[in-house]
């Protein structure tokens, strides 16, 4: 099972928008809503920051949202903030009832 | 508020193997499906596999299959991984989190959360 892909890094200034693709296949991100994205610190564990394609769990910051097309998904954090700056990862279960995750992107704030 | 507390760094040689331990608290394993994800340094992210909720079975990765085994001891509410026949490329982060379930015909993990705070295992001569 390949992994998902993602671009390998992004960046954005303060306030703005950005966006983080993930593309996976018809066997994973198109056959399922099990898309989840997670953000991780420097020497910090993972942390979840969407489910289910566009849900945040409680506590996670409305800036974050998530969607779906097809085979792809997307992260989209508005007004960035410095804190934002972390890598981010994709999953979602696949056909072949495994998990499976996206290469990361680092995020810079500048 | 349920969490993962991982056992400590282990330093091992190649060819030995390495059990991690994870200890949940605030919950009880027998209502969670336990999962490991590892992280090579500078690396992504690595599902290594976790609890079938559909049927509690145990799921690997193709890539570990035959080299690790998934326990829990629900008497404790810890789960272990351990993972053998080490070599170097084994060294890593290794993480438990516990998984999250999506049901439309059968049930399926489909989030990880939360997680442990990860454990180094270094593979080394």
């Known amino acids: 099972q390949s992994a998902l892909t993602q671009p390998a890094s992004v960046s954005g200034s303060p306030g703005q928008s950005i966006t983080i693709s993930c593309t996976g296949s018809?066997?994973?991100?198109?056959?399922?809503?099990?898309v989840s994205w997670y953000q991780q610190h420097p020497g910090k564990a993972p942390k979840l920051m969407i489910y289910d394609v566009s849900n945040r769990p409680s506590g996670v910051s409305n800036r974050f949202s998530g969607s779906k097309s097809g085979n792809s998904a997307s992260l989209t954090i508005s007004g960035l903030l410095a804190e934002d700056e972390a890598d981010y990862y994709c999953s979602s279960y696949t056909r072949s009832s495994i998990l499976v995750f996206g290469g990361g992107t680092k995020l810079t704030v500048l | 508020q349920v969490q993962l507390v991982q056992s400590g760094a282990e330093v091992k040689k190649p060819g030995a193997s390495v059990k991690v331990s994870c200890k949940l608290s605030?919950?009880?394993?027998?209502?969670?499906?336990m999962h490991w994800v590892r992280q090579a340094p500078g690396e992504g992210l690595e599902w290594m596999g976790g609890?079938?909720?559909?049927?509690?079975?145990?799921i690997y990765a193709q890539k570990f299959q035959g080299r690790v085994t998934m326990t829990e001891d629900i008497s404790t509410d810890t789960a272990y991984m351990e993972l053998s026949s080490l070599r170097s490329e084994d060294t890593a982060v290794y993480y438990c989190?516990?998984?999250?379930?999506?049901?439309?015909?059968?049930?399926?993990?489909?989030?990880?959360?939360?997680w442990g705070q990860g454990t180094l295992v270094t593979v080394s001569s």
């Open positions: 989190t516990a998984g999250g379930w999506a049901c439309n015909i059968s049930c399926y993990t489909s989030w990880l959360d939360p």
């Open positions: 018809r066997s994973d991100v198109g056959a399922y809503n099990s």
């Open positions: 605030g919950y009880t394993l027998t209502k969670l499906s």
């Open positions: 609890t079938d909720p559909e049927d509690g079975g145990k």
